[in-house]
């Protein structure tokens, strides 16, 4: 058993890049708490709201078999908890990796409710601490705003954003900007040139190996990650492992993670070299000044004195935001996912766009097939499929769109039903078509499941939808199975992931920029 209390509570901190901010903490920290366990334990969180307002948690990545109810997602498995009271999440641990935990509410992730989560399985994991590295470390990516989450939201839902996302001030590794911002902050923002606004360093110890579990938990920025005069070794994407590919940088979306293996040059007349995280800003729609988008974190190689750091080579940043090459990628051959993607029971095929709407004032609000997600009030959509609440009983929501309020789950929702009745197999494979006609790529993040990530393609405006014939260009061996992919710019993407009857529940499937899914970019499998 691993037991954690977590008292959220709003703190102001100053250290993260000099500019003071109102935060959402857990017990003071920032970035929250490291939980570690081992597979096979039972995880037992208290939360605390010390908050004004409702909060949860959600635990990114993991499989949450047979605990639906502890995902964490107002609206759809739980209420938030209320301000003053507390919830026990209670999971046990069904999978090994690297994963991460946050709030699913309103915009609190980004104002410092999120935190860095490993899942070891000592023994039975292809790559073993003291026999395959040396020692590991957590690089927790994050894009930094000054002003509060919720009046960036605001500010984005209005016609003076044009439907542009809010571009970041800074950025954070660890929790830490590599300097302070004070010479290019907003007058609106004081600043302080303060002591405690250091950057982020390791110590690597020369020839030691390491292992870098690098979580990008930012809300809108894709970041490249290198470490100057080093190869990086990929051997995990997401929480499953890979066979090792030796790369020299990797761009991550949000909600992504990856873990490399370094191994620190044993000589040489450097005693310090720069891992470097880079957000793409061709992803943005304008240029903010505040914002250095090189976020850089020092490792120190002990054993040398001098001090001179040395740039790597410069990586041309991609011009729209896309995966890492899935074609790099191979899972361990030991493993049961190694096998062939199976072959689909059920397709199902979404659109998702960002629309602007005379009716909402023009506001960018994100869209599934023309639903943007609204939960009924009073009753998450577990409670009703348990007969819990009557969803017709509830107090209708203004939709979005102008249309009546969902019959079975009130509110606006798109929930794809998956029965397990009258099916003579214990599980079924879904094919989800995603249509992206935007002018910008979406990293989908699916709750309760990993997807193969089968066929994804960006095209010209009106040219990139799916289309039958696609089927003969699907890759389906070697395919590493993620619980996050990027459907690319004016394109689409192709998963499967397979459903069983051991895993019931209602589960996710959203956009994980946090603009779009706060603006309703969210579906539903049930």
């Excluded at 890049?17 to 109102?22: A, I, L, M, T, Y």
């Excluded at 209320?82 to 104002?111: A, C, E, M, N």
């Excluded at 010479?183 to 040139?193: G, I, K, Q």
């Excluded at 761009?251 to 873990?259: L, V």
Aim: net charge negative; glycine share 6%; hydrophobic share 40%.
């Amino acid at each position: 058993v691993r037991e954690f209390t977590f008292d959220v509570a709003r703190h102001v901190l100053s250290y993260p890049d000099g500019v003071p901010k109102s935060m959402v903490l857990v017990n003071r920290l920032f970035p929250g708490p490291t939980i570690r366990a081992n597979k096979g334990d039972t995880l037992i969180v208290h939360v605390n709201n010390h908050l004004n307002e409702s909060t949860s948690l959600h635990f990114h990545g993991l499989h949450q078999r047979g605990t639906n109810s502890m995902d964490g997602v107002p609206g759809v498995t739980q209420c938030g908890i209320p301000p003053g009271k507390s919830l026990t999440y209670r999971i046990v641990l069904s999978q090994s990796g690297t994963f991460w935990w946050h709030s699913h509410s309103s915009t609190q992730r980004i104002d410092g409710m999120a935190g860095a989560m490993v899942v070891y399985d000592v023994g039975e994991e292809q790559y073993q601490l003291g026999r395959d590295y040396d020692d590991e470390v957590i690089v927790f990516l994050q894009d930094y705003y000054h002003a509060p989450g919720e009046d960036m939201f605001n500010w984005y839902l209005s016609r003076s954003s044009a439907g542009f996302e809010p571009v970041p001030d800074n950025g954070l590794i660890n929790g830490r900007a590599f300097r302070d911002v004070c010479s290019r902050t907003h007058e609106l923002y004081p600043c302080s040139s303060i002591e405690d606004v250091r950057s982020t360093q390791f110590n690597f110890v020369r020839g030691k190996t390491y292992r870098l579990r690098v979580i990008n938990a930012a809300a809108f920025a894709e970041i490249t990650v290198s470490l100057d005069r080093h190869v990086l070794q990929v051997i995990e994407a997401d929480s499953s492992e890979t066979e090792p590919t030796d790369i020299h940088f990797a761009p991550i979306a949000p909600g992504q993670r990856y873990s490399f293996i370094v191994t620190a040059e044993a000589s040489g007349a450097f005693s310090q070299v720069t891992l470097r995280a880079d957000m793409n800003t061709n992803c943005f729609n304008y240029r903010n000044p505040t914002l250095d988008p090189e976020m850089r974190a020092l490792v120190n190689l002990v054993d040398d004195s001098s001090s001179i750091v040395k740039r790597a080579t410069i990586w041309l940043r991609s011009l729209f935001c896309r995966d890492l090459d899935p074609n790099l990628l191979v899972p361990v051959s030991l493993l049961p996912h190694s096998d062939p993607v199976p072959p689909f029971d059920h397709r199902v095929q979404v659109w998702t766009k960002t629309l602007k709407l005379e009716r909402v004032n023009l506001a960018p609000f994100g869209f599934i097939n023309r639903t943007s997600f609204m939960p009924a009030i009073g009753a998450p959509n577990l409670h009703v499929a348990f007969g819990l609440v009557d969803a017709a009983a509830t107090v209708p929501v203004p939709t979005v769109g102008g249309k009546k309020n969902t019959e079975t789950w009130g509110g606006d929702q798109l929930v794809v039903p998956i029965s397990m009745k009258n099916e003579t197999k214990k599980s079924q494979v879904i094919e989800l078509v995603i249509h992206n006609p935007d002018e910008s790529a979406h990293p989908f993040h699916l709750h309760g499941h990993d997807m193969w990530l089968i066929r994804a393609f960006s095209g010209d405006a009106g040219l990139g939808g799916w289309k039958p014939k696609h089927e003969a260009e699907y890759v389906v061996e070697n395919v590493v199975p993620r619980d996050t992919i990027v459907v690319p710019r004016l394109g689409h993407a192709v998963v499967r992931f397979k459903v069983s009857e051991d895993n019931p529940g209602i589960w996710a499937f959203h956009c994980h920029v946090l603009w779009h899914l706060r603006a309703g970019m969210m579906m539903q499998f049930a």
